[in-house]
């Protein structure tokens, strides 16, 4: 990929949300009036409403934000051996100087995410770090979002403070059962269901948004804010788009104007994008594209659960079910489409992303260059 111009050297913080589904987004048309730091923020960035997930699990978000891959037949690459010294978006930015950084909430060999962030180059940076008096409510999945957005806002300091440009992948877990959070900081009881989870996880961000604007790196910073799945998967068919719909924002008040893309993308091309915007040039293994240059060519999202994977595009929607069962069928509707020969060139287009991954990922081709990875191993580590 050759950028049109010089490399802006902004610091990144990518948030992966838990469990943030579009629809929980006044944005989106939502009236609870859970996200209110959520929705203010999208009328400032660059926002992306047609986003879709690529699986159910974090895991599987982890995979396409870090990796730009379809998801694979099986268990996730975050999860599998042979998973380090991989082509991902820390890995490009590491080339470029940055250090790569994953902070987490929970502990991180929990889905096996310390050994792969940090067999990638990143330095792993979870729950451990914090003492217990900088802990202000945990359970069994974390510590609250405020805690781990106060300790990612400690690291990202001291990155500042010696000079070193950071790339920090920043994993939420509240808004998770049994959605409890520190008593007193939103309107809603914690323990009483999703909405409550879902309006502390906005309020903290919110918090975080504000203690980062007093930061001397904050105008320099891109933050981008994109859900890890949704809240749920259950619908008419075994892939139903609303239910992997997501939202994307892009927040560079100094450097990127706000405005609305409206094309339909996957998870996979946050990473394309966000090196767009940045103007990095590098030499692409990533599936996933720049959403708003070849993206708006040939919308499409890749869709899976724990059978089927699909292929979403704007009149079909493909699914590749066990057993080599394939269904055709209009998102708009439900309804099977009939087997002629565009629905034919679909299911050939979704068969050629699947296929291509695992064949990329087990041949070795998804590796990176073994020079420059393992000088970014060496010199990271897990804390």
Request: hydrophobic fraction near 40%; glycine fraction near 8%; charged fraction near 20%.
């Amino acid at each position: 990929m050759t950028a049109p111009g010089p490399m802006k050297r902004l610091n990144v913080v990518l948030v992966s949300v838990e469990s943030l589904s579009a629809d929980f987004l006044g944005a989106f048309g939502n009236r609870d009036g859970i996200t209110p730091r959520l929705d203010a923020l999208a009328a400032e960035s660059l926002f992306f409403t047609d986003l879709y997930a690529t699986g159910t699990r974090t895991v599987r978000g982890l995979e396409a934000l870090t990796l730009s891959v379809p998801p694979t037949p099986g268990h996730s690459i975050v999860k599998r051996p042979d998973n380090a010294n991989l082509f991902s978006l820390g890995g490009v930015l590491a080339a470029q100087g940055y250090e790569p950084i994953y902070l987490y909430g929970g502990y991180s060999y929990f889905d096996n995410m310390q050994a792969f962030f940090g067999g990638n180059g990143y330095t792993v940076i979870d729950r451990s770090s914090l003492a217990k008096d900088e802990i202000s409510y945990e359970n069994i999945w974390g510590v609250a979002d405020e805690d781990l957005f106060k300790l990612s806002l400690r690291e990202l300091d001291r990155r500042h403070a010696a000079g070193t440009p950071f790339f920090a992948h920043v994993m939420t877990t509240s808004n998770h059962r049994p959605f409890s959070y520190p008593a007193g900081r939103i309107d809603i009881a914690p323990g009483t269901g999703r909405n409550g989870a879902v309006k502390y996880t906005d309020w903290a961000i919110g918090q975080f948004i504000d203690q980062a604007k007093t930061r001397p790196w904050f105008d320099d910073t891109v933050f981008v804010i994109v859900a890890d799945h949704c809240a749920s998967s259950r619908g008419k068919t075994d892939l139903p788009p609303d239910r992997f719909h997501i939202p994307l924002l892009v927040y560079a008040p100094k450097h990127i104007a706000p405005r609305r893309i409206d094309t339909m993308a996957s998870q996979i091309d946050v990473a394309p994008t966000l090196l767009a915007l940045l103007n990095v040039s590098y030499r692409s293994k990533f599936f996933g594209r720049d959403i708003l240059t070849d993206g708006a060519r040939q919308p499409r999202a890749l869709l899976a659960n724990y059978q089927t994977v699909g292929l979403l595009q704007l009149d079909a929607l493909v699914e590749l079910r066990p057993k080599r069962q394939v269904r055709v069928i209009d998102p708009a509707t439900g309804a099977v489409q009939p087997n002629d020969a565009q629905s034919q060139a679909a299911v050939q287009r979704a068969i050629a992303y699947y296929e291509g991954a695992s064949s990329a990922f087990h041949s070795g081709a998804l590796h990176d260059s073994g020079a420059r990875m393992a000088a970014v191993a060496a010199s990271t580590h897990v804390r």
